[in-house]
């Protein structure tokens, strides 16, 4: 009994999915040439979970990233999302915009861009302040968008939202209101996000692919693994050759490697509250943890060949926790 009416019915679902959703497309690509210039090396910083008005520790992280900044010469920061606790801004308004970054990052190294995600708190406000150009007016460095391509040269980073992946947010009634304006529905954000991820993968031709999101894919931390990024985003990573998984989510500094490919799961996610307690066991191989403060620090060089990453843990004391490097031979690129 095919009647047409469940076809009309269908159409029209489909036309109002299409209305809502943003359809896939490429994702908005910055250039960001490394200041150097001989080289064309690049340095930068990499921070999460941090805004508190700098109480637990902020501060005193904020101090030493001002500190590693300036020794390497940084070209910018990346923040892995969390920017401001508990719930996010309130609006483009919000004095913790201020409180929480602009008057804690103070050091004349920071004054670079910050290339910024959301996390899961920054959800739970008004999550467009954050991506709105507005703020730049009240500091220039702040660069958040959802998805997007930064192209420094040696180096492509690809920033994801993942906080949309993880389906407790939208089904756990216990849970806190998460701001879904430009997001919902789910499955189709989803499929928009990894499609315009891979298409930006298969294009780039930099030497190191570096992606970043809020959650883990690996973490030995409280939250652990993120289930919805193993399924849909890691094998898209694997796939495209991916060298770094940078995230935050879990309040700590951890290093992972992956045991069948080369990609290095790595959590900076110490940039204020920390000291959860709590270490499980992974399936990949665990190179490093710490479940205190600190910030990674990482730089990136492709001339003279072969070409070389080398990162390192810091912690609020201006210790280096924990060093990694890699030189990849030119066939590799
Ligand atoms: C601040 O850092 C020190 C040194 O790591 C640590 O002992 C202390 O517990 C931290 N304070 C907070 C509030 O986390």
Same mark, same amino acid.
Request: hydrophobic share 40%; charged share 20%; proline share 5%.
């Given at each position: 009994?095919?009647?047409?009416?469940?076809?009309?019915?269908?159409?029209?679902?489909?036309?109002?999915?299409?209305?809502?959703?943003?359809?896939?497309?490429?994702?908005?690509?910055?250039?960001?040439?490394?200041?150097?210039?001989?080289?064309?090396?690049?340095?930068?910083?990499?921070?999460?979970d941090w805004g508190r008005h700098g109480a637990y520790?902020q501060s005193?992280?904020a101090?030493?990233?001002?500190?590693?900044?300036?020794?390497?010469?940084?070209?910018?920061?990346?923040s892995?999302g969390d920017n401001f606790y508990k719930n996010g801004l309130t609006g483009v308004d919000d004095k913790a915009f201020e409180e929480s970054f602009t008057d804690i990052y103070t050091?004349?190294?920071l004054?670079?861009?910050w290339?910024t995600?959301l996390g899961?708190h920054d959800y739970r406000g008004d999550a467009l302040a954050q991506l709105s150009p507005v703020l730049r007016k009240v500091d220039s460095r702040w660069?958040c968008?959802?998805?997007?391509?930064?192209?420094?040269?040696?180096?492509?980073?690809?920033?994801?939202?993942?906080?949309?992946?993880?389906?407790?947010?939208?089904?756990?009634?216990?849970?806190?209101?998460?701001d879904?304006?430009?997001?919902?529905?789910?499955?189709?954000?989803?499929?928009?996000?990894?499609?315009?991820?891979?298409?930006?993968?298969?294009?780039?031709?930099?030497?190191?692919?570096?992606?970043?999101?809020?959650?883990?894919?690996?973490?030995?931390?409280?939250?652990?693994?993120?289930?919805?990024?193993?399924?849909?985003?890691?094998?898209?990573?694997?796939?495209?050759?991916?060298?770094?998984?940078?995230?935050?989510?879990?309040?700590?500094?951890?290093?992972?490697?992956?045991?069948?490919?080369?990609?290095?799961?790595?959590?900076?996610?110490?940039g204020s509250k920390?000291?959860?307690?709590?270490?499980? +066991?992974? #399936?990949?191989?665990?190179?490093? *943890?710490? /479940?205190?403060? $600190?910030?990674?620090?990482?730089?990136? =060089?492709? &001339?003279? +060949?072969? #070409?070389?990453?080398?990162?390192? *843990?810091? /912690?609020?004391? $201006?210790?280096?926790?924990?060093?990694? =490097?890699? &030189?990849?031979?030119? #066939?590799?690129?």
């Amino acid at each position: 009994m095919a009647a047409p009416a469940p076809v009309a019915l269908l159409l029209l679902t489909a036309a109002a999915v299409a209305a809502v959703a943003p359809a896939a497309a490429e994702l908005p690509r910055l250039e960001h040439h490394p200041h150097r210039g001989d080289d064309g090396s690049v340095s930068l910083l990499v921070v999460g979970d941090w805004g508190r008005h700098g109480a637990y520790n902020q501060s005193m992280v904020a101090a030493q990233m001002g500190v590693v900044g300036e020794k390497m010469d940084i070209d910018f920061v990346i923040s892995t999302g969390d920017n401001f606790y508990k719930n996010g801004l309130t609006g483009v308004d919000d004095k913790a915009f201020e409180e929480s970054f602009t008057d804690i990052y103070t050091a004349k190294s920071l004054h670079k861009p910050w290339y910024t995600v959301l996390g899961n708190h920054d959800y739970r406000g008004d999550a467009l302040a954050q991506l709105s150009p507005v703020l730049r007016k009240v500091d220039s460095r702040w660069i958040c968008i959802r998805s997007f391509v930064v192209s420094a040269e040696v180096s492509d980073f690809f920033f994801v939202d993942t906080t949309p992946f993880v389906l407790k947010y939208w089904t756990d009634p216990k849970n806190s209101k998460y701001d879904w304006r430009g997001v919902s529905p789910r499955e189709t954000y989803i499929a928009n996000v990894l499609e315009d991820l891979e298409e930006a993968l298969k294009q780039s031709t930099a030497t190191w692919k570096i992606v970043v999101g809020h959650h883990a894919i690996r973490s030995v931390s409280e939250h652990g693994d993120t289930q919805e990024l193993l399924q849909h985003l890691l094998p898209i990573l694997k796939a495209h050759g991916v060298d770094l998984y940078l995230n935050g989510h879990d309040h700590c500094l951890e290093h992972i490697s992956s045991r069948d490919s080369p990609l290095q799961y790595l959590t900076s996610g110490g940039g204020s509250k920390a000291w959860r307690g709590v270490q499980t +066991a992974n #399936a990949d191989k665990v190179e490093f *943890f710490y /479940d205190g403060q $600190g910030f990674m620090s990482l730089r990136l =060089a492709a &001339a003279p +060949a072969p #070409a070389e990453a080398s990162l390192a *843990f810091h /912690d609020v004391a $201006g210790n280096v926790l924990h060093t990694w =490097a890699l &030189a990849k031979p030119a #066939a590799r690129y």
